[in-house]
């Protein structure tokens, strides 16, 4: 890979893997490397570098090993543990909690979790999956390119702390399953879990909505756990030949529950969940 545009840099990005299948236990193991070279988001990216430090491109390794195994023919078991070593860790910065983002940069960071995930790819007339997913990452200062202007901002610079990046939820849990309920047609149901985010706290008191605090530990610096429900029904209307009609109905957020996806901080803005929300899509192929 070679990257030129206010910085020049160039990387090899080996990518190895293997696997070894034994069709006697329906087990497949696997492993794998990869040595990324990861160029920073163009949006904006001229102006984050206008102060003199140029958002650099991100070097990592990728490391992953699994298996999967088939369960009496019906289930399927997937499992994954997986580590990524950055330089330079991208990132952006959210101006002032609007919609505006700046591409920045984090000396290092490290990453690393394991998922998993049961499936049932169809058992009679329902299938279905259970995942769980943990997942830890911890970025570490300073800063070294990108533009800020929130107070303080300069602090950053010559600090060497860590932090947990905004990806970092220890606990991801999900699960679907779907009904053929006749030939044509179908419902489904689904369930999702986090354990929340987390959230970078300045000093003094914080300002938001009352709403919005109640989904956010302060002391534990953490959005709340939050989940959602979702419910969907589809049914084929016509079908002749190569011309088909279908309906499909979703009901997301089934409770209504009130969500904090994300709690304004130095680099992310407060993003909240949708609603209860309806959706009907009607598909004509011919």
Not at 107 to 114: K, L, N, P, T, V
Not at 137 to 160: K, M, Q, V, Y
Not at 202 to 209: F, L, N, R, T
Request: proline letters at 5%.
């Amino acid at each position: 890979d070679r990257y030129r545009l206010l910085v020049t840099e160039q990387a090899l990005s080996p990518r190895l893997g293997v696997a070894y299948h034994a069709p006697q236990a329906g087990l497949v193991l696997r492993a794998s490397y990869d040595r990324a070279f990861q160029t920073p988001a163009i949006e904006n990216l001229l102006l984050a570098s206008s102060t003199g430090r140029p958002v650099p491109p991100s070097r990592g390794d990728f490391y992953q090993a699994g298996f999967a195994k088939s369960l009496r023919g019906k289930l399927k078991l997937d499992a994954n543990y997986f580590r990524r070593r950055l330089r330079d860790f991208a990132d952006d910065d959210v101006l002032l909690n609007t919609g505006v983002s700046f591409p920045i940069a984090f000396a290092s960071a490290d990453i690393h979790g394991f998922e998993a995930k049961l499936e049932a790819p169809r058992w009679g007339p329902v299938s279905g999956y259970v995942s769980y997913a943990n997942l830890s990452g911890t970025g570490r200062l300073p800063i070294t390119g990108g533009l800020f202007l929130e107070e303080g901002a300069e602090e950053l610079l010559r600090s060497t702390d860590r932090f947990p990046i905004s990806q970092d939820q220890r606990n991801t849990a999900a699960a679907w399953v779907r009904l053929q309920a006749t030939p044509r047609a179908w419902v489904s149901l689904g369930a999702w879990y986090g354990s929340g985010l987390p959230i970078e706290r300045g000093e003094g008191e914080v300002e938001a909505d009352r709403r919005i605090l109640e989904r956010v530990n302060l002391a534990r610096g953490r959005v709340r756990p939050s989940h959602s429900l979702d419910l969907s029904a589809g049914a084929e209307l016509y079908k002749h030949e190569q011309q088909s009609l279908r309906l499909q109905a979703e009901l997301l957020n089934l409770t209504n529950r009130f969500q904090v996806i994300n709690f304004a901080g130095l680099f992310s803005g407060t993003a909240l969940g949708a609603p209860r929300s309806l959706t009907l899509r009607l598909r004509a192929e011919f």
